[in-house]
Every structure is written in C-alpha cells, then in structure tokens.
C-alpha cells in the first residue's frame, strides 16, 4: 500500500501537493495526518471533497503501508500516528518538501527539496516536466496553494519560479 500525506494542521499547500502528488503516484492513497486549517476544511468540504478520495486515517492498515509519500514536510513528529508505519520493514519514503533539513528529518529513498515558496511549485514542474496534464480544478487548487504559502507573493522566500 502507497500512502500519501502532509503535515498536521494541513494548509493548502499541503492539501495541493497531496493532490498533485496523487497525479504522480495514482495507485497512492490521499490521507491527512491530522486535522487541516479551518480554510482548508471550509474549502475542502465545499469544493474538492467530491473530487478526491481522501481516505480516513483510521481505515488504513499502518502496518500494510510499503511507500509513504511526504509532501510539504519531512518531519516525523508532524504526520501524527501515520509515523508508526516508518517502523515497517522495508518501508520506502518519498519527501517532497520546500522547506530546508532540519535535525531530525527524514531522508527519503526519493527526496525533492528545493527552497521554494511553496510545495506544490515543485510538484507543477514535475508534473509539466512529464506532460501530465491537470484539470481547472486543480489549477484553482493548485494556484490558492502558492498565493497562501507564498503570502501573497510577498514572502522573502518566494521565487520566480513560485
């Protein structure tokens, strides 16, 4: 089982980059770590939840879960009880984060970190890197991620590329 994830208190980039990364991984399983921001909620519930299958934490085996899919952090202690099945045997991590290595992240078999304003711009240039095509949804989705993240545009960590 591929699992893929964001940070507790999910905010939109988290929420983005789980959706884009499902573009990448299609077998994967969506599942928040925990709670999301009340915009995010609101949102979620009247735009997207229709969309995407987000899966409830408490349905997933732990224990079956081969590859987790991180995105937007690398930090077990913010992905709540899905840190349990980093003790599976075998298990494979992919990390796609914007945030720099901090003592006690992760390392991933695959790892994605670049200093970015947000996530979900690395994950638009893997996707338009291999022409996979996304829907005006999650443009929508995708865009509400950066301009959040990003402050507007007026963070000192925004880039030409956000």
């Known amino acids: 089982m591929e699992v893929i994830t964001t940070h507790q208190h999910a905010d939109f980039d988290?929420?983005?980059?789980?959706?884009?990364?499902?573009?990448?991984?299609?077998?994967?399983v969506l599942v928040f770590s925990g709670s999301q921001e009340r915009s995010v909620?609101?949102?979620?519930?009247?735009?997207?939840?229709f969309l995407y299958e987000f899966q409830r934490l408490k349905n997933i085996?732990?224990?079956?879960?081969q590859r987790l899919i991180l995105v937007d952090t690398q930090t077990p202690g913010?992905?709540?009880k899905l840190a349990r099945c980093l003790e599976n045997p075998g298990i494979e991590v992919h990390i796609y984060d914007h945030h720099p290595k901090a003592a006690g992240?992760?390392?991933?078999?695959?790892e994605v970190i670049?200093?970015?304003?947000?996530?979900?711009?690395?994950l638009t240039a893997i996707l338009r890197e291999r022409n996979i095509p996304i829907s005006a949804q999650e443009a929508t989705?995708?865009?509400l991620a950066i301009y959040e993240d990003t402050g507007s545009f007026t963070f000192d960590t925004t880039t030409p590329e956000d």
């Open 114 to 122: 670049r200093r970015v304003g947000s996530t979900i711009t690395i």
């Open 14 to 28: 988290g929420m983005a980059s789980m959706i884009a990364a499902k573009k990448l991984y299609p077998d994967a």
């Open 78 to 80: 913010r992905i709540g």
């Open 141 to 143: 989705v995708f865009g």
């Open 105 to 110: 992240d992760l390392t991933g078999q695959k």
């Open 61 to 65: 085996p732990l224990e079956q879960v």
């Open 41 to 49: 909620r609101d949102f979620f519930l009247q735009s997207t939840a």
